[in-house]
């Protein structure tokens, strides 16, 4: 009985002692890992929104160019104008309306064509990768052209001023 308890104090209660010892560190350091685990996570998530933010920005920039470059957008007007059977085109520019991040162009358009390319070519500007707002539209259906329409509209064509 004497080597018993000579076991019990002498090994068996330290032993117990350091597997509870053991298993708190345990305790304490799977915590740890799932705080880690969920920060990870929360990093990880924070990483796709910087990464679709960036995709965003190249298509604002994309969208509305530095600079008015408005010679691109007239020919991709003029191009579509043409390719829907829309004659007697003109764009007139205005001055343009200067913000501070973003500015714009206004520009009065004008074609005469029958509906289907009209509505073909505003759909076509609808899904133009520059922004362009159509600020007012007017079809007016001559007296001299059975089946043609007058389309006249003024748009604003947005850029970014040059920052010194």
């Not at 003109?90 to 509505?119: A, H, M, Q, W, Y």
């Not at 064509?157 to 920052?163: E, M, W």
């Given at each position: 009985?004497?080597?018993?308890?000579?076991?019990?104090?002498?090994?068996?209660?330290?032993?117990?002692?350091?597997?509870?010892?053991?298993?708190?560190?345990?305790?304490?350091?799977?915590?740890?890992?799932?705080?880690?685990?969920?920060?990870?996570?929360?990093?990880?998530?924070?990483?796709?929104?910087?990464?679709?933010?960036?995709?965003?920005?190249?298509?604002?920039?994309?969208?509305?160019?530095?600079?008015?470059?408005?010679?691109?957008?007239?020919?991709?007007?003029?191009?579509?104008?043409?390719?829907?059977?829309?004659?007697d085109?003109?764009?007139?520019?205005?001055?343009?309306?200067?913000?501070?991040?973003?500015?714009?162009?206004?520009l009065?358009?004008?074609?005469?064509?029958?509906?289907?390319?009209?509505f073909?070519?505003?759909?076509?500007?609808?899904?133009?990768?520059?922004?362009?707002?159509?600020?007012?539209?007017?079809?007016?259906?001559?007296?001299?052209?059975?089946?043609e329409?007058?389309?006249?509209?003024t748009v604003?064509?947005y850029?970014?001023?040059?920052?010194?």
């Amino acid at each position: 009985m004497a080597t018993g308890l000579i076991f019990a104090l002498g090994v068996y209660l330290p032993q117990m002692r350091r597997l509870q010892q053991l298993r708190a560190d345990t305790t304490s350091l799977n915590a740890q890992l799932d705080v880690r685990s969920q920060r990870l996570k929360e990093l990880k998530s924070t990483f796709e929104d910087v990464g679709r933010a960036k995709m965003t920005l190249v298509h604002f920039v994309d969208a509305v160019p530095e600079n008015v470059r408005i010679g691109e957008f007239l020919e991709e007007i003029d191009r579509t104008a043409k390719s829907n059977g829309l004659t007697d085109r003109n764009v007139v520019p205005s001055n343009p309306i200067v913000g501070e991040k973003v500015s714009c162009l206004p520009l009065d358009i004008t074609f005469r064509g029958e509906f289907d390319g009209i509505f073909k070519f505003l759909r076509h500007m609808e899904n133009m990768q520059r922004i362009a707002r159509v600020q007012r539209l007017e079809l007016v259906s001559p007296e001299d052209a059975f089946g043609e329409l007058l389309l006249s509209m003024t748009v604003h064509v947005y850029f970014r001023p040059i920052t010194g």
